[in-house]
């Protein structure tokens, strides 16, 4: 038998991603530790059987996912951003700022809504890029969103600790022993190290606890907020949106604004993350995304409204915006509730973080691309990567301060929205049939081209030449978008896939092949997505981008130094991923 050479850029097979396989996983009555399940593969006649273990249980239902999506997005967006924003950069226009960050996140949330409704097996990015670019990228992917899983919850553990500090010296006023055992110095925290710990102690407790806790704290939170909001409504003086738009903040201060209220959003991708535990994922994920999205995008505008119409804009405080506002009108118990909410609920993000992270080590080591500790379950949950990515985290909030991290761990993140919008181009469009990888080669120079007219449009614009410059490239960038709508036809393949997948052993004859919701204007749609991402990146320090490459240079080192040797993709699934050429076969460059 003809058996394909190795290759970083083999891809996982669609049919593998089976969207029946809530009938396979574990119920709630069998072993964890030796449970197996089994898929037959028919193509052109041949039936392989393959073996999976370790698989995660079926057990979120919408609201959970809900819960999830919200309560790891809504955090320092609205008790920290808010205020910075409107101080710094837009004044009473914030809300507009907010409402633009959310047309941005929306374009990279629909195109997450699609592809979790076609691939729910988990790991969100890492999944799409795996079947549509290869093991490489799709392990890159992987350590793009360990920046926002783990890296950023340690991050969110951190400001947490500094707020406690704060809300006990300040709320309190509480003793010189406050600085002495909970600020210690040599850039030590904890009570961020206190937290990650009782986050970490609340996974391995089981997924009962950890559910029942989230949704409490989820919808907690959200009562806060709206309790904020209303109250700050209430409280309004139309005077103070006067004038709207600051003129010396103008337009470019509430686009400014944008930038920094986009990374408010973050955290929605997080239901796809755990899509593998999820009950009907193929409906309840893509309403989970989008629910999410319009629940915070119209929380966060609310919010913003809310506050610049308290106090005048220049009155309001970067770092406690809503506390303090309440604070000048002579609402001091209000005050008290809003700085006291916010140390009870933004633990919450930390736990969802850590939970996500888990289950993305989860995937990456079921693909053999980590030790294999990481996809051993107990009790419903991988105990041991949890215990490892909770002491890893632990270490990380309680000695690293994060003041220089934080453009690097946005950039991470942006590359990986701009993989998913990128995946989702590579299942619904194919290259000509006489020009194979012709899609690749465009959609890798419009990538390009949009980095490098954004770079130029924040760096240069204000030279003549820079803006010629800018022009030329955005015209480059528009033409390679019009070459992929031109000459790539839409997939013979992408809903094939979809009804491949279900008309295998376990088959639904009321489940429609169709995804359950579908992104429109392809290839527009995601395009102005990777292009607003790398605006985006555009917007921050050199530094981060640059530490961003060093991190993808050790990413890379890593895959070839263990991924590769150990992938099951390059090893024993590599003949059963030849018998499947016509959906995703190994591809060598």
Same mark, same amino acid.
């Not at 999410?292 to 913003?304: D, R």
């Not at 693909?367 to 909770?390: I, N, Q, R, W």
């Not at 049939?433 to 080669?441: A, G, S």
């Given at each position: 038998m003809f058996i394909r050479q190795r290759s970083p850029w083999i891809k996982k097979p669609f049919s593998s991603y089976d969207p029946m396989s809530s009938l396979t996983s574990l119920d709630e009555s069998s072993s964890p530790e030796t449970n197996t399940s089994h898929m037959s593969i028919h193509h052109d006649g041949t039936t392989i059987t393959t073996t999976s273990g370790h698989k995660l249980h079926r057990?979120?239902?919408?609201?959970?996912?809900?819960?999830?999506?919200?309560?790891?997005?809504?955090?320092?967006?609205?008790?920290?951003?808010?205020?910075?924003?409107?101080?710094?950069?837009?004044?009473?226009?914030?809300?507009?700022?907010?409402? +633009?960050?959310?047309?941005?996140?929306?374009?990279?949330?629909?195109?997450?809504?699609?592809?979790?409704?076609?691939?729910?097996? $988990?790991?969100?990015?890492?999944?799409?890029?795996?079947?549509?670019?290869?093991?490489?990228?799709?392990?890159?992917?992987? $350590?793009?969103?360990?920046?926002?899983?783990? +890296?950023?919850?340690? *991050?969110?553990?951190?400001?947490? $600790?500094?707020?406690?500090?704060?809300?006990?010296?300040?709320?309190?006023?509480?003793?010189?022993?406050?600085?002495?055992?909970?600020?210690?110095?040599?850039?030590?925290?904890?009570? *961020?190290?206190?937290?990650?710990?009782?986050?970490?102690?609340?996974?391995?407790?089981?997924?009962?606890?950890?559910?029942?806790?989230?949704?409490?704290?989820t919808w907690l939170k959200v009562t806060l907020v709206l309790f904020m909001t209303i109250a700050g409504l209430c409280l309004m003086d139309t005077s103070n949106l006067r004038p709207f738009i600051p003129p010396q903040y103008g337009i470019t201060g509430v686009i400014r604004g944008a930038t920094s209220s986009f990374f408010g959003y973050l955290g929605y991708d997080g239901v796809c993350c755990v899509a593998s535990e999820a009950i009907n994922p193929q409906t309840n994920v893509p309403k989970a995304v989008l629910i999410?999205?319009?629940?915070?995008?119209?929380?966060? +505008?609310?919010?913003?409204l809310s506050l610049t119409g308290m106090v005048p804009y220049i009155n309001i405080s970067p770092s406690s915006g809503?506390?303090?506002?309440?604070?000048?009108?002579?609402?001091?118990?209000?005050?008290? +509730?809003?700085?006291?909410?916010?140390?009870?609920?933004?633990?919450?993000?930390?736990?969802?973080?850590?939970?996500?992270?888990?289950?993305?080590?989860?995937?990456?080591? %079921?693909?053999?691309?980590?030790?294999?500790?990481?996809?051993?379950?107990?009790?419903?949950?991988?105990?041991?990567?949890?215990?490892?990515?909770?002491?890893?985290?632990?270490?990380?909030?309680?000695?690293?301060?994060?003041?220089?991290?934080?453009?690097?761990?946005?950039?991470?993140?942006?590359?990986?929205?701009?993989?998913?919008?990128?995946?989702?181009?590579?299942?619904?469009?194919?290259?000509?049939?006489?020009?194979?990888?012709?899609?690749?080669?465009?959609?890798?120079?419009? %990538?390009?081209?949009?980095?490098?007219?954004?770079?130029?449009?924040? %760096?240069?614009?204000?030279?003549?030449?820079?803006?010629?410059?800018c022009i030329v490239l955005l015209i480059g960038a528009c033409a390679q978008g019009w070459l992929i709508r031109w000459h790539c036809p839409t997939s013979t393949l992408s809903f094939e896939r979809d009804i491949n997948s279900n008309t295998q052993d376990h088959v639904d004859s009321n489940n429609s092949s169709r995804p359950y919701f579908t992104v429109p204007l392809i290839p527009f749609f995601p395009l102005l997505g990777i292009f607003f991402n790398y605006f985006l990146v555009a917007q921050l320090e050199p530094i981060g981008i640059v530490l961003l490459f060093i991190y993808i240079a050790l990413l890379i080192l890593f895959y070839f130094l263990y991924g590769f040797l150990n992938s099951v993709a390059n090893n024993e699934g590599r003949r059963e991923y030849e018998f499947l050429k016509r959906g995703y076969s190994p591809v060598v460059t």
């Open positions: 057990h979120l239902n919408l609201l959970q996912l809900i819960s999830i999506g919200v309560g790891g997005t809504i955090g320092s967006g609205i008790m920290v951003l808010c205020g910075v924003i409107a101080r710094e950069y837009a004044g009473p226009a914030t809300c507009l700022s907010w409402a +633009i960050a959310g047309v941005a996140a929306f374009l990279s949330g629909s195109c997450y809504a699609e592809l979790s409704g076609r691939i729910h097996n $988990g790991a969100s990015a890492y999944s799409y890029a795996f079947a549509t670019m290869g093991e490489l990228p799709a392990f890159i992917t992987f $350590g793009c969103l360990t920046l926002e899983y783990m +890296i950023a919850g340690a *991050a969110v553990a951190r400001s947490w $600790g500094d707020k406690v500090v704060e809300w006990l010296q300040v709320q309190l006023q509480a003793g010189s022993w406050v600085e002495r055992f909970l600020q210690p110095g040599y850039n030590i925290s904890p009570c *961020a190290c206190l937290l990650s710990m009782l986050c970490t102690l609340l996974l391995l407790s089981g997924l009962n606890t950890s559910k029942l806790i989230t949704d409490v704290l999410t999205l319009a629940l915070v995008t119209g929380l966060y +505008i609310l919010a913003a809503f506390p303090e506002a309440f604070h000048v009108r002579g609402f001091q118990w209000i005050s008290q +509730i809003t700085a006291a909410g916010e140390i009870i609920t933004l633990p919450l993000v930390v736990l969802i973080c850590l939970m996500l992270q888990t289950r993305l080590q989860f995937a990456v080591s %079921h693909d053999g691309l980590l030790p294999k500790m990481f996809h051993e379950v107990y009790d419903g949950s991988p105990f041991k990567g949890t215990l490892a990515a909770g002491i890893l985290m632990t270490f990380i909030s309680c000695l690293v301060p994060f003041t220089y991290l934080n453009d690097f761990i946005s950039a991470g993140i942006l590359v990986a929205f701009s993989v998913t919008n990128s995946s989702l181009l590579f299942i619904r469009l194919e290259s000509p049939k006489d020009r194979p990888l012709y899609l690749e080669k465009i959609l890798s120079s419009f %990538h390009v081209l949009s980095f490098l007219c954004n770079l130029a449009l924040v %760096h240069l614009f204000n030279s003549s030449i820079g803006r010629l410059i």
